[in-house]
């Protein structure tokens, strides 16, 4: 598990490096599509599945995003803090 936690957290500073490459055109685009995809996963999909891991990656990156933003996500702190997998 703790693996699993380890490759999220390597994989997810490789796309920041990636992302410190690509001009803010780019970025904000990437950001509406995948806006757009969760949108419609959401109206999918009633309960994703999210395991520790997922929470803990979460957990932290939410903790950087202003309180506008976090209103957004469709994990709450009740989601984040839940030690159901």
């Given at each position: 598990?703790?693996?699993?936690?380890?490759?999220?957290?390597?994989?997810?500073?490789?796309?920041?490096?990636?992302?410190?490459?690509?001009?803010?055109?780019?970025?904000?685009?990437?950001?509406?599509?995948?806006r757009?995809?969760?949108?419609?996963?959401?109206?999918?999909?009633?309960?994703?599945?999210v395991?520790?891991?997922?929470?803990?990656?979460?957990?932290?990156?939410?903790?950087?995003?202003?309180?506008?933003?976090?209103?957004?996500?469709?994990?709450?702190?009740?989601?984040?803090?839940?030690?159901?997998?």
């Amino acid at each position: 598990m703790a693996l699993r936690l380890l490759y999220l957290v390597v994989s997810q500073l490789m796309q920041w490096l990636v992302l410190l490459a690509r001009d803010s055109a780019a970025k904000d685009v990437e950001l509406l599509v995948l806006r757009h995809e969760v949108a419609v996963l959401c109206r999918q999909v009633l309960r994703p599945r999210v395991d520790w891991a997922d929470r803990a990656v979460l957990a932290g990156l939410a903790r950087l995003l202003s309180d506008r933003l976090r209103g957004g996500l469709f994990v709450r702190p009740a989601t984040l803090r839940s030690t159901a997998g």
